[in-house]
């Protein structure tokens, strides 16, 4: 069934909306080409988190990406932690979400399709991002492509970096794999080095925790995650009360590892888990490189990928076989 793109503002900023009878997104050009909401129609849940007392604002130069962060569906590129490397200064998260992107293109067939473009100036780069809703169900897939100007090739690291809106009863599902802390001081559950089986983890004081289980922002809690040696490409939550599924799902060659970070009210009141598919492990490029473990891009070469977005009812999401791994 045809999509419809229809144009409007979200507090005073350009926003373009995808919609059929099943989904609705709403994406935000000019502030990092973010996926501001992702509704599942059928259920009547909005996905995407909105973090309160954060207005949505262009960012100052140079600004701290925690003091801005408003929420809503970014990536991270050309890395994560800030500093120098390879004789370039990287900033905080990266490029992407501080830049207006372009609307390049729009179609408006059956399939319609928004295409944005931006060029980075860290590392010369022209990228463009496609998004589209899914023909066949709810749902929406994003198409990346990024083409270096670089006459040297270069490491870097790509993300996603979408957070939830967390409800009573929401669980967190994936389908296995390693886990092991990003500093088990940070943790309040994940507080030894592993590694760990998902979903189930042993604290210092001999006790286990199902990493599923979503804790209330009463909790207090804290946590920042490495899950490698996944056996599938996917990861999402279901929300029982409702009835409904998010599934995330990406090329497990381009993207190997996922991270959750996640706060119950314990990381500045904030309440949300942000699904991460990353290039690399660990978040220090220096180190990924090290280890064998960043992404690689040639002089004037390119790297293409794609990330989609499944909404369904919780008993689809079962039986199409990416439910919860007990």
Same mark, same amino acid.
């Given at each position: 069934m045809a999509t419809l793109i229809s144009h409007t503002t979200v507090d005073g900023h350009r926003a373009v909306v995808l919609e059929d009878d099943r989904t609705r997104a709403v994406v935000l050009p000019g502030l990092g080409g973010r996926v501001w909401e992702l509704h599942d129609l059928a259920r009547g849940v909005q996905w995407v988190w909105h973090r309160p007392g954060v207005p949505l604002a262009v960012p100052a130069a140079g600004a701290e990406y925690d003091a801005v962060w408003a929420g809503g569906? @970014?990536?991270?590129?050309?890395? $994560?932690?800030?500093?120098?490397?390879?004789?370039?200064?990287?900033?905080?998260? %990266?490029?992407?979400?501080?830049?207006?992107?372009?609307?390049?293109?729009i179609d408006e067939g059956r399939a319609a399709v928004l295409r944005l473009g931006v060029d980075t100036t860290v590392r010369r780069c022209r990228c463009t991002k496609e998004f589209r809703l899914l023909a066949d169900r709810a749902g929406i897939e994003v198409r990346y492509r990024i083409e270096s100007r670089e006459d040297e090739p270069f490491h870097f690291l790509f993300k996603q970096h979408l957070p939830l809106q967390l409800a009573p009863g929401l669980r967190l599902v994936a389908p296995g794999g390693t886990v092991v802390p990003v500093d088990p001081a940070f943790g309040s559950r994940v507080t030894t080095p592993g590694p760990h089986r998902w979903p189930f983890v042993r604290g210092a004081d001999g006790g286990v925790a199902d990493l599923r289980v979503v804790h209330p922002a009463?909790?207090?809690?804290? @946590?920042?995650?490495?899950?490698? $040696?996944?056996?599938?490409?996917?990861?999402?939550?279901?929300?029982?009360?409702? %009835?409904?599924?998010?599934?995330?799902?990406?090329?497990?060659?381009?993207?190997?590892?996922?991270?959750?970070?996640?706060?119950?009210?314990?990381?500045?009141?904030v309440h949300t888990v942000v699904l991460e598919p990353c290039t690399n492990l660990p978040k220090d490029l220096t180190e990924a490189v090290r280890r064998g473990q960043a992404a690689t891009l040639g002089p004037r070469a390119t790297f293409e990928t794609q990330v989609r977005v499944v909404l369904s009812s919780l008993a689809d999401a079962e039986a199409a076989g990416a439910g919860d791994a007990r």
């Open positions: 569906w @970014e990536e991270l590129f050309p890395n $994560d932690a800030a500093g120098l490397f390879e004789s370039h200064q990287l900033p905080d998260h %990266g490029e992407w979400w501080s830049l207006a992107w372009e609307v390049e293109a009463s909790a207090r809690e804290q @946590e920042f995650i490495y899950v490698s $040696d996944l056996p599938a490409a996917w990861c999402g939550a279901d929300d029982a009360a409702r %009835g409904a599924s998010l599934r995330m799902h990406w090329d497990h060659r381009q993207l190997p590892f996922l991270w959750f970070f996640v706060s119950y009210g314990g990381w500045r009141d």
